[in-house]
C-alpha cells in the first residue's frame, strides 16, 4: 500500500492507524477465530463516526479492498481484509440508555456486555446472543438471537433506529420513516449496506432472571431431542432452551465425575419470575434421568457472561449452520452420531429456539428470511491447538453435510463461513432481489463486499 494513504489518514483520524510491521499491529488485527491469518495493508481504528466517514472515503477513492471490523467475532474472518483497509470501530464502546422511552443507544464497536451492564442498571435488556464479547454490530445486522428470543423476538426486532456511514462517505439515520429500504435491509442483511456507527435498540424490563442447566449422557441424544421438540415450542414463550451437545466442562457447576464427559444438554433461560423456573422445568426428567440438573436466579449479564471463560478469544473455530422447522425422527440418529464423535473437548452443537415472539413479526416485515423456522442450529468444532484445524473442519462439515438434506436450505448468516453465492441466496431466499436492489441504490460499485456478499442487481 501506498505509504502517503496511510499518511493522511494519520493527518485526517482521531483514532491510530496502524501498518504492518508497527508496533501493535499484530494485537490489532488479532481477532476471535485464531484460524483466520489475514493481513490488511492498515488498520483504521475510529474514534467517531467523522473517522469512519474519512475512512470510507480515503478507501474509495484509492482502490482499496475495505473490511469492517466491530466485536472481531466472524467465524469466516469477513472483518479482516488482505493487504486493504480494515476499518475497526472496537475503540467506539458507548451506551446510553434512555431509561423514560426503554431505549439504548450503542455504539457501532460495542460488545454484548457493555449493553447488558449499561441497561441491568436499569432492570432492563435486549434480545442478543449468548456471549458478552459477541460484537452489537455483526450479531445485530445478522438477525440476532439468543436467550431472550421466545420472550422479545430477533435483536433485529428490537432495533430502533440505526446510524450508517453510506460507501460514497455521507451519514444517514435510517429507521421506519427515514431510509426505510435501507433500515429494512440492516435488519438481518449483514454488512452489505454500509458502516453502522449507532444502533438504538428497544428494552424490556429484565433483570434477574431463571437460569438452569441439564445435562444427559451423550446416548440419550435421540430421547432427550424427541421430548425437546415437543417440550419447548409448547412452553411458554418467557421459557428459552438451546439444546446443546457437549463436553463437561471440567468446573463448576458441573460435578467432578461429569468432567469430561460427552454429554447432551440444554441451557435454559426463564425471563419470569426467576422462583418459578422450577415449576417451569418440572418435565425435564419425561426426557430420561438427567446426570445433572441445576437452577438458580443469576442476573441477566451474569448468564451473558458464562461461556466467556470457556471460550476465549484467540481459539481455532470452523462452524456451520442451517435453518430447521422441526427434528425429525432421522435427524435423531445424525446427532447421536456426531455428537458421540465430538472431535475435542471444546467441540459442540447448539440448536437456538427462534419462534416465540420471532414468530409474530411477519415473514416479509425485515430482510431476516427464515420466520418459519423454529430452530437455527450450529456445528462449532473448536480447539486451542492448530494441529487440530482439520479435524475439527472435518467433524464440523461431516455433521452439516448429514444433517444438511432435514434443514429448510439456508443458514443464519452470523453461523456461515465462506461458502459461496448458492449459500447466501438460500439464506435470504425470497428477499434475495430486493436486498440486491437496495444494494444497488445504497452501494452501487460493491465497496462493502467483505461480508456473506449480496452483489448489487
Given at each position: 500500500?501506498?505509504?502517503?494513504?496511510?499518511?493522511?489518514?494519520?493527518?485526517?483520524?482521531?483514532?491510530?492507524?496502524?501498518?504492518?510491521?508497527?508496533?501493535?499491529?499484530?494485537?490489532?488485527?488479532?481477532?476471535?477465530?485464531?484460524?483466520?491469518?489475514?493481513?490488511?495493508?492498515?488498520?483504521?481504528?475510529?474514534?467517531?463516526?467523522?473517522?469512519?466517514?474519512?475512512?470510507?472515503?480515503?478507501?474509495?477513492?484509492?482502490?482499496?479492498?475495505?473490511?469492517?471490523?466491530?466485536?472481531?467475532?466472524?467465524?469466516?474472518?469477513?472483518?479482516?481484509?488482505?493487504?486493504?483497509?480494515?476499518?475497526?470501530?472496537?475503540?467506539?464502546?458507548?451506551?446510553?440508555?434512555?431509561?423514560?422511552?426503554?431505549?439504548?443507544?450503542?455504539?457501532?464497536?460495542?460488545?454484548?456486555?457493555?449493553?447488558?451492564?449499561?441497561?441491568?442498571?436499569?432492570?432492563?435488556?435486549?434480545?442478543?446472543?449468548?456471549?458478552?464479547?459477541?460484537?452489537?454490530?455483526?450479531?445485530?445486522?445478522?438477525?440476532?438471537?439468543?436467550?431472550?428470543?421466545?420472550?422479545?423476538?430477533?435483536?433485529?426486532?428490537?432495533?430502533?433506529?440505526?446510524?450508517?456511514?453510506?460507501?460514497?462517505?455521507?451519514?444517514?439515520?435510517?429507521?421506519e420513516n427515514h431510509e426505510s429500504d435501507l433500515f429494512w435491509a440492516l435488519r438481518g442483511g449483514g454488512g452489505n449496506y454500509g458502516v453502522v456507527t449507532s444502533f438504538t435498540y428497544?428494552?424490556?424490563?429484565?433483570?434477574?432472571?431463571?437460569?438452569?442447566?441439564?445435562?444427559?449422557?451423550?446416548?440419550?441424544?435421540?430421547?432427550?431431542?424427541?421430548?425437546?421438540?415437543?417440550?419447548?415450542?409448547?412452553?411458554?414463550?418467557?421459557?428459552?432452551?438451546?439444546?446443546?451437545?457437549?463436553?463437561?466442562?471440567?468446573?463448576?457447576?458441573?460435578?467432578?465425575?461429569?468432567?469430561?464427559?460427552?454429554?447432551?444438554?440444554?441451557?435454559?433461560?426463564?425471563?419470569?419470575?426467576?422462583?418459578?423456573?422450577?415449576?417451569?422445568?418440572?418435565?425435564?426428567?419425561?426426557?430420561?434421568?438427567?446426570?445433572?440438573?441445576?437452577?438458580?436466579?443469576?442476573?441477566?449479564?451474569?448468564?451473558?457472561?458464562?461461556?466467556?471463560?470457556?471460550?476465549?478469544?484467540?481459539?481455532?473455530?470452523?462452524?456451520?449452520?442451517?435453518?430447521?422447522?422441526?427434528?425429525?425422527?432421522?435427524?435423531?440418529?445424525?446427532?447421536?452420531?456426531?455428537?458421540?464423535?465430538?472431535?475435542?473437548?471444546?467441540?459442540?452443537?447448539?440448536?437456538?429456539?427462534?419462534?416465540?415472539?420471532?414468530?409474530?413479526?411477519?415473514?416479509?416485515?425485515?430482510?431476516?428470511?427464515?420466520?418459519?423456522?423454529?430452530?437455527?442450529?450450529?456445528?462449532?468444532?473448536?480447539?486451542?491447538?492448530?494441529?487440530?484445524?482439520?479435524?475439527?473442519?472435518?467433524?464440523?462439515?461431516?455433521?452439516?453435510?448429514?444433517?444438511?438434506?432435514?434443514?429448510?436450505?439456508?443458514?443464519?448468516?452470523?453461523?456461515?463461513?465462506?461458502?459461496?453465492?448458492?449459500?447466501?441466496?438460500?439464506?435470504?431466499?425470497?428477499?434475495?432481489?430486493?436486498?440486491?436492489?437496495?444494494?444497488?441504490?445504497?452501494?452501487?460499485?460493491?465497496?462493502?463486499?467483505?461480508?456473506?456478499?449480496?452483489?448489487?442487481?
Amino acid at each position: 500500500m501506498d505509504t502517503a494513504i496511510r499518511d493522511s489518514l494519520r493527518d485526517s483520524i482521531r483514532g491510530p492507524v496502524t501498518a504492518p510491521g508497527e508496533p501493535g499491529y499484530d494485537a490489532a488485527r488479532a481477532i476471535y477465530n485464531a484460524m483466520i491469518d489475514k493481513c490488511p495493508g492498515v488498520i483504521v481504528q475510529c474514534a467517531d463516526a467523522g473517522d469512519v466517514m474519512t475512512a470510507v472515503r480515503s478507501g474509495a477513492q484509492n482502490g482499496l479492498e475495505i473490511a469492517v471490523r466491530g466485536g472481531g467475532h466472524s467465524g469466516a474472518g469477513l472483518c479482516l481484509v488482505e493487504d486493504g483497509m480494515t476499518i475497526d470501530l472496537s475503540a467506539m464502546r458507548g451506551v446510553r440508555i434512555d431509561p423514560m422511552a426503554g431505549t439504548a443507544q450503542v455504539a457501532g464497536g460495542a460488545q454484548l456486555g457493555d449493553l447488558d451492564h449499561a441497561a441491568h442498571a436499569f432492570g432492563l435488556a435486549t434480545p442478543s446472543g449468548i456471549n458478552s464479547t459477541t460484537g452489537v454490530g455483526g450479531l445485530t445486522l445478522g438477525g440476532g438471537h439468543g436467550h431472550l428470543t421466545r420472550a422479545y423476538g430477533l435483536t433485529v426486532d428490537n432495533l430502533v433506529s440505526a446510524d450508517v456511514v453510506l460507501a460514497d462517505g455521507s451519514f444517514v439515520t435510517a429507521d421506519e420513516n427515514h431510509e426505510s429500504d435501507l433500515f429494512w435491509a440492516l435488519r438481518g442483511g449483514g454488512g452489505n449496506y454500509g458502516v453502522v456507527t449507532s444502533f438504538t435498540y428497544r428494552l424490556h424490563p429484565v433483570s434477574t432472571v431463571g437460569v438452569g442447566i441439564t445435562v444427559w449422557p451423550v446416548e440419550q441424544t435421540p430421547d432427550v431431542l424427541r421430548w425437546y421438540r415437543e417440550f419447548l415450542p409448547q412452553a411458554t414463550e418467557d421459557l428459552n432452551g438451546f439444546f446443546a451437545i457437549l463436553t463437561v466442562p471440567p468446573g463448576p457447576p458441573f460435578p467432578e465425575e461429569l468432567h469430561g464427559r460427552k454429554a447432551c444438554g440444554v441451557v435454559w433461560c426463564w425471563a419470569g419470575e426467576p422462583e418459578q423456573i422450577d415449576k417451569e422445568l418440572a418435565g425435564v426428567g419425561d426426557a430420561g434421568r438427567p446426570a445433572f440438573h441445576f437452577t438458580t436466579p443469576m442476573p441477566y449479564p451474569m448468564l451473558q457472561t458464562m461461556f466467556d471463560e470457556l471460550l476465549p478469544s484467540g481459539l481455532q473455530w470452523y462452524w456451520r449452520g442451517d435453518f430447521f422447522d422441526r427434528i425429525t425422527d432421522e435427524a435423531l440418529d445424525v446427532h447421536a452420531r456426531f455428537g458421540e464423535a465430538l472431535p475435542t473437548g471444546l467441540s459442540t452443537m447448539h440448536l437456538y429456539p427462534i419462534d416465540g415472539a420471532a414468530h409474530r413479526v411477519g415473514p416479509d416485515d425485515t430482510a431476516w428470511s427464515y420466520r418459519d423456522a423454529t430452530w437455527s442450529g450450529v456445528f462449532a468444532g473448536i480447539d486451542p491447538d492448530p494441529a487440530n484445524a482439520g479435524a475439527i473442519r472435518d467433524w464440523c462439515v461431516g455433521y452439516w453435510e448429514a444433517l444438511h438434506p432435514y434443514s429448510m436450505g439456508g443458514a443464519y448468516v452470523n453461523f456461515m463461513m465462506d461458502e459461496g453465492q448458492d449459500r447466501v441466496r438460500a439464506t435470504y431466499r425470497d428477499h434475495f432481489d430486493r436486498l440486491a436492489r437496495i444494494k444497488r441504490a445504497y452501494d452501487p460499485g460493491n465497496l462493502f463486499h467483505a461480508n456473506q456478499n449480496i452483489e448489487p442487481a
